[in-house]
């Protein structure tokens, strides 16, 4: 049992955006967490200086508050290169980096030929017989040496939080190229180093780095790290609902757009804390979801990320917030008896702006001619103020028995002339925010 303190680590690339996807990794490493009390660090992994991008940083950080996920500790891999060069010397010492000259179409050419025999493509080793002799023939002429990491050959097992069992065959992978010709270090080997460094516990990444656990276990011992040491866990990937890699959509599912949007936060982390898990979906306070997040109860088939299942969780979470929590938020003037009106009636806190302008602006309701002599009777009943939440009642009743109206027949036209709405909050609630005046306007046209 282990009993350090649980420490985790989100480590996006800054190379775009973040998005549902990386997003419920982050999700589930702050969920877990805040159930252990571990702590939970953000590693920003830019080693690919090409494509990494102080902005998308930037815009990682941000969209991290907005969700209200918070960090202990935070590292950036490009600013410690010295330590990756480090363990790269420990390695070469140890026998366990060997020096390659392979070009890109020497290595295609060799998978081409292995393929041909029927053979799994793997790296043939061929540079690990390079004598020193020829070692130095390829560096007069120019070439630097990248660095592959000789792997251990073992079957590579660990129980997965999500999985149980798993198990990769290292025979079967090639040797991992950990630091290129220009010198600079790969994610597969900044990763171990930093993962061994900052004592992480607990992994928690996508399925997509089940081999990359694999090769990196290997790693971890060969750089002096102990089996066991570290608990993997891997989410099942995301699909769209026809069952397509949502990678592709991913520009339309980032945290902006769905901010831009207006979905809440905590409508997002509620959904994607559950997102693939037994447990149902429901709008739970980070408490709550923190108390019941259980990696052993998350299915082991790809989950379907449904925009309708989010747009539900951000509805049923408006329905239950307090005046005193959204008011900062509504139009300045807008009552605690406002929100209590149309809390019930929203998809997206946005909403609220529009019947803000509905009860207490200028509409024009849509014509109703055929309706002239009803709504004119409707407005000649408007009882006199002051209004409550008994004077619809009273209203539509002596209305409807007058015009000889109920049920649909009665209701739809006044809702109709009254909001400019087909539907929308009881006209109990309404009636006395809008009052008489506006009401007297919008039924007379
Ligand atoms: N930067 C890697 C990624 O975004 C991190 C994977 C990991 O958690 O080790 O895929």
Known sequence: MNTRT????????PTGYLHVGNLRTAVANYLFAARHGGELMLRMDDTDLARSRPEYEAAIQ???????????????????????????????????LYPCFESEEELAAKRAMRLKRRLPPVYDRAMLA???????????NGKRPYWRFKLSGD??????????????????????????ADGTPLYTFTSVVDDLEFGVTHIIRGEDHVTNTGIQIDLMAALGGKPGDIAFAHLPLLTDAEGGKLSKRFDSLSVRSLRKDGLEPDAIIAYLARLGSADDMAPLTRAELADSFDLGRMSHSAAIFDPRQLLAINRHLLHRLSFAEVASRLPPEATEGFWLAVRGNLDLLSEARDWWRIVTGDIVPPAQPEEAEFLRMAAEHLPAEPWDAATAGAWTKALGAAAGRRGKALFHPLRLALTGEESGPDLRDLLPLIGRDRALRRLTG
Do not use: C
């Open 6 to 13: 649980p420490r985790l680590r989100f480590a996006p690339s």
């Open 62 to 96: 941000e969209d991290l508050h907005w969700l209200g996920i918070p960090w202990a500790q935070f590292a950036r891999q490009s600013e410690r290169m010295d330590r990756y060069e480090a363990a790269a010397e420990r390695l070469k010492a140890s026998g366990h």
């Open 130 to 140: 390079l004598t020193p002799e020829q070692r130095a023939a390829a560096e007069a």
């Open 155 to 180: 079957t590579i097992t660990w129980n997965d939080l999500v999985f149980g069992e798993r198990r990769v065959k290292l025979p079967s992978v090639s040797d991992p190229v950990l630091i290129r």
